[in-house]
């Protein structure tokens, strides 16, 4: 247990890498993962309207602009400067690059075992 931490939900008070409330069940890690956070937003409001991602258009995720939790998250307040763009995260650049290329992926895996079929015979 490294830290502690509150449920944004009922308050209880939680290990700072717990992937779900005790009390509620409300997740608080992504994926089941406690490496990654799920960022969330206060009851009616929008992550997007504070991230730095918003802002600069880089986000591409579908839930964008009406995002209530977010693995990507990035508080515009604490973004390093214009000076020095954000790195992009890396699961970010790997969910974007199979976005773009996952029917490619899926065809050469589709003409791959085809082949593979063909010379088994
Ligand atoms: S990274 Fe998440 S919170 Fe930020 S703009 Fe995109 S969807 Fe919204
Ligand atoms: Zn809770």
């Known amino acids: 247990m490294d830290f502690m931490a ?3 939900r009922c308050q209880a008070s939680i290990a700072g890498d717990s992937i779900k409330c005790p009390r509620c069940q409300l997740p608080l890690k992504a ?6 956070p799920l960022h969330r937003a206060d009851q009616g409001e929008s992550l997007c309207l ?6 600069d258009d880089s ?3 579908p839930q964008r602009p009406v995002a209530t939790t977010c ?3 990035q508080p515009v307040s604490t973004a390093p400067s214009p000076s020095s763009p954000p790195a992009e ?3 970010w650049k790997i ?4 976005g773009r290329h996952g029917a490619l992926i899926a065809i050469t895996g589709l003409l791959g075992l085809s082949l593979l079929l063909v010379l088994s015979r």
């Open 50 to 55: 504070s991230c730095q991602y918003h802002f």
């Open 89 to 91: 995260p890396t699961a």
């Open 95 to 98: 969910q974007r690059w199979l």
């Open 31 to 36: 994926h089941g993962h406690p490496g990654i």
């Open 71 to 73: 693995t990507l998250y």
């Open 6 to 8: 509150t449920c944004p």
């Open 59 to 61: 986000c591409t995720y």
